[in-house]
């Protein structure tokens, strides 16, 4: 098994539990966790969508982040390698570096756990593809509803995280 640190393994984890975009993901800094209502915001700056987005924290996820306030929990960033560079957290790229270490070269990457979510959520875990594609920070609807319609759905969303963290946990993801 190929070592990688515990930044870039916990980095693994998270982009599994949240299925979030590794842009989105390599730069979270511990100030857009607000651990007293679980949620991680996204700011719209490092979105793709250019808007904010809500990640309902689960149990799971809180897991993944807790040993990682020993390692990075006085500096900015939440996946912050120590190693200077072009970026002041981990390279984005080291999420498919190790992807491939792990042996899933032409087989997955980073940007391909995304498909993941929406057929399991709606196949195993019977949730409503509008749910899971806001959590997935997608447009939903036509552009009529797109500019109309400003609900977030997060009690869903939350229930559907809570779901598919459960479920990846019985497929043998450790935390």
Known sequence: EPKGSLV???AVKLLFLSFLRVGSLAGIRWSEIDEEDSILTIPAERMKSK?????PL???MV??????KDFTGETEYVFDTGRGGRYPHMNPASINAYLIKLGYQGLLRAHGVRSIP?????????FKPEVIQRQL??????????????STLLNERREFMVS????????????
């Open 137 to 150: 920070a997608h447009a939903v609807g036509d552009k009529v509803r797109q500019a109309y319609d400003r």
């Open 164 to 175: 598919w963290s459960d479920y990846l946990l019985a497929q043998g993801l450790e935390g």
């Open 58 to 60: 689960t149990q799971p």
């Open 63 to 68: 897991d993944v982040l807790e040993p990682l």
């Open 118 to 126: 929406l057929t399991i959520g709606q196949d195993i875990l019977g």
């Open 8 to 10: 870039v393994i916990s």
């Open 51 to 55: 808007k904010p987005h809500l990640v």
